[in-house]
Protein backbone atom coordinates (compact mmCIF):
# COMPACT_ATOMS: atom_id res chain seq x y z
CA UNK A 1 0.00 0.00 0.00
CA UNK A 2 1.64 3.32 -1.32
CA UNK A 3 1.11 6.37 0.91
CA UNK A 4 0.32 9.71 -1.34
CA UNK A 5 0.93 13.26 -0.32
CA UNK A 6 -1.10 15.58 -2.65
CA UNK A 7 -0.54 19.71 -1.45
CA UNK A 8 -2.92 21.10 -2.81
CA UNK A 9 -4.34 24.81 -3.38
CA UNK A 10 -7.65 24.07 -5.17
CA UNK A 11 -6.30 25.80 -8.47
CA UNK A 12 -7.21 23.69 -11.48
CA UNK A 13 -3.26 23.16 -12.09
CA UNK A 14 -3.20 20.78 -8.51
CA UNK A 15 -6.41 19.45 -9.72
CA UNK A 16 -4.55 18.18 -12.81
CA UNK A 17 -1.66 16.83 -10.74
CA UNK A 18 -4.34 14.97 -8.90
CA UNK A 19 -5.88 13.30 -12.02
CA UNK A 20 -2.09 12.20 -13.60
CA UNK A 21 -1.44 10.17 -10.14
CA UNK A 22 -4.83 8.68 -9.71
CA UNK A 23 -3.96 7.38 -13.76
CA UNK A 24 -0.49 6.46 -12.96
CA UNK A 25 -1.07 4.74 -9.62
CA UNK A 26 -4.64 3.55 -10.89
CA UNK A 27 -3.99 -0.56 -10.64
CA UNK A 28 -1.89 -0.09 -7.11
CA UNK A 29 -3.47 0.02 -3.84
CA UNK A 30 -3.41 3.53 -2.39
CA UNK A 31 -3.89 6.17 0.45
CA UNK A 32 -4.04 9.40 -1.00
CA UNK A 33 -3.34 12.29 1.97
CA UNK A 34 -4.78 15.40 0.19
CA UNK A 35 -3.74 18.31 2.25
CA UNK A 36 -4.60 22.07 2.23
CA UNK A 37 -2.72 24.46 4.87
CA UNK A 38 -3.89 28.11 5.84
CA UNK A 39 -2.89 31.09 7.97
CA UNK A 40 -5.26 34.01 8.83
CA UNK A 41 -5.47 36.79 6.08
CA UNK A 42 -3.90 39.73 7.60
CA UNK A 43 -5.99 42.66 7.22
CA UNK A 44 -3.76 45.85 5.50
CA UNK A 45 -6.17 48.02 6.92
CA UNK A 46 -5.44 49.14 10.56
CA UNK A 47 -9.55 50.34 10.61
CA UNK A 48 -10.63 46.83 9.45
CA UNK A 49 -8.10 45.27 11.80
CA UNK A 50 -9.85 47.05 14.46
CA UNK A 51 -13.18 45.95 14.17
CA UNK A 52 -12.48 42.29 13.50
CA UNK A 53 -11.62 39.75 16.01
CA UNK A 54 -8.91 37.18 15.36
CA UNK A 55 -10.85 34.25 15.97
CA UNK A 56 -13.36 34.94 12.87
CA UNK A 57 -10.57 35.60 10.82
CA UNK A 58 -9.37 32.30 11.78
CA UNK A 59 -12.62 30.38 11.47
CA UNK A 60 -13.08 32.20 7.81
CA UNK A 61 -9.47 30.65 6.57
CA UNK A 62 -10.81 26.67 8.21
CA UNK A 63 -13.95 27.07 6.20
CA UNK A 64 -12.52 27.90 2.91
CA UNK A 65 -9.96 24.70 3.45
CA UNK A 66 -12.42 22.27 4.39
CA UNK A 67 -14.80 23.11 2.11
CA UNK A 68 -12.65 23.21 -0.68
CA UNK A 69 -11.32 19.75 0.32
CA UNK A 70 -15.16 18.55 0.50
CA UNK A 71 -15.15 19.80 -3.33
CA UNK A 72 -12.01 18.01 -4.32
CA UNK A 73 -13.59 14.86 -2.83
CA UNK A 74 -16.72 14.78 -4.53
CA UNK A 75 -14.90 15.84 -7.69
CA UNK A 76 -12.65 12.19 -7.43
CA UNK A 77 -15.69 10.28 -6.30
CA UNK A 78 -17.80 11.75 -9.40
CA UNK A 79 -14.73 11.36 -11.80
CA UNK A 80 -12.97 8.04 -10.15
CA UNK A 81 -14.46 5.06 -8.88
CA UNK A 82 -11.62 2.76 -8.01
CA UNK A 83 -11.68 0.52 -5.41
CA UNK A 84 -7.83 0.12 -5.18
CA UNK A 85 -7.67 3.87 -3.41
CA UNK A 86 -8.52 5.48 -0.05
CA UNK A 87 -8.06 8.75 0.48
CA UNK A 88 -7.58 11.33 3.71
CA UNK A 89 -8.29 15.10 3.68
CA UNK A 90 -6.30 17.38 5.89
CA UNK A 91 -6.89 20.80 6.53
CA UNK A 92 -4.20 22.59 8.54
CA UNK A 93 -3.69 25.98 10.28
CA UNK A 94 0.23 25.64 9.43
CA UNK A 95 3.15 26.19 7.29
CA UNK A 96 3.00 24.18 4.28
CA UNK A 97 6.71 22.73 4.71
CA UNK A 98 5.91 22.46 8.19
CA UNK A 99 2.96 20.43 7.98
CA UNK A 100 4.21 18.37 5.08
CA UNK A 101 7.37 17.45 7.38
CA UNK A 102 5.06 16.38 9.85
CA UNK A 103 2.90 14.08 7.48
CA UNK A 104 6.14 12.53 6.19
CA UNK A 105 6.73 10.90 9.22
CA UNK A 106 2.91 10.50 10.75
CA UNK A 107 1.79 8.73 7.71
CA UNK A 108 4.91 7.45 6.03
CA UNK A 109 4.65 8.72 3.00
CA UNK A 110 6.10 7.46 0.20
CA UNK A 111 5.57 10.15 -2.49
CA UNK A 112 4.46 13.97 -2.97
CA UNK A 113 2.73 14.78 -6.19
CA UNK A 114 2.30 18.48 -6.94
CA UNK A 115 1.79 20.32 -9.66
CA UNK A 116 4.45 23.02 -11.79
CA UNK A 117 2.64 26.30 -10.63
CA UNK A 118 0.21 27.37 -7.55
CA UNK A 119 -3.14 29.54 -7.81
CA UNK A 120 -1.55 32.50 -9.32
CA UNK A 121 -0.89 30.85 -12.64
CA UNK A 122 1.80 33.23 -13.55
CA UNK A 123 4.00 31.75 -16.59
CA UNK A 124 7.60 32.81 -15.33
CA UNK A 125 7.95 31.31 -12.07
CA UNK A 126 10.05 28.50 -12.36
CA UNK A 127 7.90 25.47 -11.15
CA UNK A 128 5.77 27.19 -8.84
CA UNK A 129 7.03 28.89 -5.66
CA UNK A 130 5.44 26.40 -3.33
CA UNK A 131 7.05 23.53 -5.71
CA UNK A 132 10.47 24.74 -5.58
CA UNK A 133 10.24 25.51 -1.82
CA UNK A 134 9.05 21.58 -1.34
CA UNK A 135 11.73 20.27 -3.44
CA UNK A 136 14.21 22.62 -1.82
CA UNK A 137 13.02 21.80 1.78
CA UNK A 138 11.88 18.25 1.74
CA UNK A 139 14.94 15.95 1.77
CA UNK A 140 13.86 12.67 2.66
CA UNK A 141 10.87 11.91 0.17
CA UNK A 142 10.37 11.63 -3.31
CA UNK A 143 8.68 14.74 -5.08
CA UNK A 144 6.59 14.33 -8.47
CA UNK A 145 5.82 17.65 -10.28
CA UNK A 146 3.31 17.51 -12.74
CA UNK A 147 2.85 20.47 -15.67
CA UNK A 148 0.04 22.35 -16.15
CA UNK A 149 -2.52 20.99 -18.15
CA UNK A 150 -0.48 17.80 -18.90
CA UNK A 151 -2.74 15.20 -19.99
CA UNK A 152 -1.87 11.60 -18.91
CA UNK A 153 0.52 9.66 -20.74
CA UNK A 154 1.60 6.11 -19.13
CA UNK A 155 5.23 6.59 -18.98
CA UNK A 156 7.34 4.77 -21.16
CA UNK A 157 10.67 6.74 -21.96
CA UNK A 158 12.00 7.86 -18.79
CA UNK A 159 15.43 10.00 -18.55
CA UNK A 160 17.59 10.19 -15.54
CA UNK A 161 19.69 13.17 -15.77
CA UNK A 162 23.23 13.06 -14.11
CA UNK A 163 26.91 13.61 -14.45
CA UNK A 164 27.75 10.09 -12.98
CA UNK A 165 29.70 12.27 -10.17
CA UNK A 166 28.11 10.95 -6.69
CA UNK A 167 27.11 7.34 -6.21
CA UNK A 168 24.13 6.50 -5.93
CA UNK A 169 22.21 3.73 -3.26
CA UNK A 170 19.79 1.13 -4.40
CA UNK A 171 17.33 2.98 -1.50
CA UNK A 172 17.65 6.68 -3.43
CA UNK A 173 17.05 4.96 -7.38
CA UNK A 174 13.86 2.72 -5.57
CA UNK A 175 11.46 5.25 -6.75
CA UNK A 176 12.44 4.98 -10.29
CA UNK A 177 13.15 1.50 -10.32
CA UNK A 178 9.46 0.56 -9.25
CA UNK A 179 8.64 2.99 -12.18
CA UNK A 180 9.99 1.64 -14.84
CA UNK A 181 9.49 -2.14 -13.83
CA UNK A 182 6.02 -1.09 -13.15
CA UNK A 183 5.12 0.24 -16.74
CA UNK A 184 8.05 -1.52 -18.76
CA UNK A 185 9.29 2.08 -19.41
CA UNK A 186 12.49 2.38 -21.14
CA UNK A 187 15.53 4.59 -18.66
CA UNK A 188 17.50 7.22 -20.87
CA UNK A 189 20.64 8.11 -18.41
CA UNK A 190 21.83 11.45 -19.88
CA UNK A 191 25.11 13.07 -18.93
CA UNK A 192 25.25 16.55 -19.91
CA UNK A 193 28.99 17.15 -21.16
CA UNK A 194 29.97 20.34 -20.78
CA UNK A 195 33.32 19.64 -22.73
CA UNK A 196 34.49 16.72 -23.95
CA UNK A 197 36.58 14.19 -21.97
CA UNK A 198 37.09 10.91 -20.84
CA UNK A 199 34.99 9.68 -17.79
CA UNK A 200 37.53 9.83 -14.59
CA UNK A 201 37.47 6.66 -12.58
CA UNK A 202 34.67 7.66 -10.16
CA UNK A 203 32.57 8.46 -12.96
CA UNK A 204 32.73 5.23 -14.51
CA UNK A 205 32.51 3.11 -11.06
CA UNK A 206 29.18 5.21 -10.61
CA UNK A 207 27.71 4.74 -14.12
CA UNK A 208 28.76 0.82 -13.78
CA UNK A 209 26.62 0.77 -10.36
CA UNK A 210 23.96 2.25 -11.95
CA UNK A 211 24.12 -0.25 -14.73
CA UNK A 212 24.12 -3.32 -11.80
CA UNK A 213 20.61 -1.25 -10.51
CA UNK A 214 19.29 -1.26 -13.89
CA UNK A 215 19.33 -4.89 -14.81
CA UNK A 216 16.23 -6.39 -16.64
CA UNK A 217 15.44 -2.85 -17.70
CA UNK A 218 15.81 -1.45 -21.05
CA UNK A 219 18.45 1.17 -20.57
CA UNK A 220 20.69 3.50 -22.79
CA UNK A 221 23.49 5.82 -21.56
CA UNK A 222 23.65 9.08 -23.65
CA UNK A 223 26.12 11.74 -23.64
CA UNK A 224 25.02 15.42 -24.83
CA UNK A 225 26.77 18.36 -25.64
CA UNK A 226 25.33 21.32 -23.19
CA UNK A 227 23.53 24.06 -24.72
CA UNK A 228 23.23 27.25 -22.80
CA UNK A 229 22.14 25.42 -19.74
CA UNK A 230 21.82 22.58 -18.18
CA UNK A 231 17.48 23.18 -18.51
CA UNK A 232 17.62 23.95 -21.95
CA UNK A 233 19.84 20.80 -22.64
CA UNK A 234 17.19 19.06 -21.27
CA UNK A 235 14.65 20.36 -22.39
CA UNK A 236 15.49 19.56 -25.59
CA UNK A 237 16.79 16.12 -25.26
CA UNK A 238 13.23 15.39 -23.72
CA UNK A 239 11.59 16.71 -26.51
CA UNK A 240 13.20 15.22 -29.40
CA UNK A 241 12.77 11.56 -27.71
CA UNK A 242 9.11 11.95 -26.91
CA UNK A 243 10.32 11.31 -23.00
CA UNK A 244 7.15 10.96 -20.81
CA UNK A 245 8.98 11.86 -17.40
CA UNK A 246 12.37 13.06 -16.68
CA UNK A 247 13.88 12.01 -12.99
CA UNK A 248 16.57 13.59 -11.21
CA UNK A 249 18.71 13.13 -8.12
CA UNK A 250 18.81 16.63 -5.40
CA UNK A 251 21.98 16.69 -3.64
CA UNK A 252 24.83 19.22 -3.33
CA UNK A 253 26.13 20.30 -7.21
CA UNK A 254 23.26 18.11 -8.69
CA UNK A 255 21.90 19.23 -12.02
CA UNK A 256 18.52 19.69 -9.81
CA UNK A 257 20.22 22.46 -7.51
CA UNK A 258 21.79 23.50 -10.49
CA UNK A 259 18.77 24.18 -12.80
CA UNK A 260 16.98 25.71 -9.58
CA UNK A 261 19.51 28.50 -9.32
CA UNK A 262 19.93 29.32 -12.61
CA UNK A 263 18.68 32.78 -13.69
CA UNK A 264 14.99 32.99 -14.30
CA UNK A 265 15.78 34.11 -18.07
CA UNK A 266 17.27 30.66 -18.86
CA UNK A 267 14.57 28.73 -16.13
CA UNK A 268 11.81 30.19 -18.34
CA UNK A 269 12.64 28.10 -20.86
CA UNK A 270 12.80 25.19 -18.61
CA UNK A 271 8.67 24.63 -17.78
CA UNK A 272 8.88 21.53 -17.34
CA UNK A 273 6.57 19.99 -20.22
CA UNK A 274 6.88 16.70 -18.83
CA UNK A 275 6.41 15.59 -15.33
CA UNK A 276 9.73 15.62 -13.25
CA UNK A 277 10.46 13.18 -10.63
CA UNK A 278 13.07 14.88 -7.79
CA UNK A 279 14.58 12.16 -5.77
CA UNK A 280 15.83 13.22 -2.32
CA UNK A 281 19.65 12.54 -1.24
CA UNK A 282 18.47 10.63 1.95
CA UNK A 283 21.78 9.14 3.26
CA UNK A 284 21.60 8.11 7.16
CA UNK A 285 18.22 10.14 8.29
CA UNK A 286 15.75 8.31 5.74
CA UNK A 287 12.70 7.10 7.47
CA UNK A 288 12.48 3.69 7.72
CA UNK A 289 9.99 2.53 5.04
CA UNK A 290 12.27 4.37 2.58
CA UNK A 291 15.42 2.72 3.41
CA UNK A 292 15.27 -0.85 1.56
CA UNK A 293 18.93 -1.74 0.91
CA UNK A 294 18.07 -5.20 1.34
CA UNK A 295 15.40 -5.16 -1.15
CA UNK A 296 18.30 -4.90 -3.94
CA UNK A 297 18.48 -8.62 -4.69
CA UNK A 298 14.62 -8.29 -5.33
CA UNK A 299 14.93 -5.29 -7.33
CA UNK A 300 17.92 -7.27 -9.50
Not at 206 to 225: A, C, P, Q
Request: aromatic residues 10%; charged residues 25%; contains cysteine.
Amino acid sequence: MKNILLPTDFSENSWNAIRYILELYKAEPCTFHILNTYTPVIPNNRFMASSLQPSIIDEGSKETSTRGLDKILKRIRKTYKNKNHTFKTISSFSLLIDEIKNIIDTESIDLIVTGTKGASGIDEVFLGSNTVRIIKSIRNCPVLTIPQGFNYLEPQEIVFATDFKRYYSISELLPLIDLAKSFKATIRVVYVQSEIKALSEIQQFNLNMLRKYFEGIDHYIHTVSALNSVSRTLEVFADELDIHLLAMLNYQHSYMERITREPVVKQVAFHTQVPLLVIPELGMNAPAHLTKEKEFQEVK
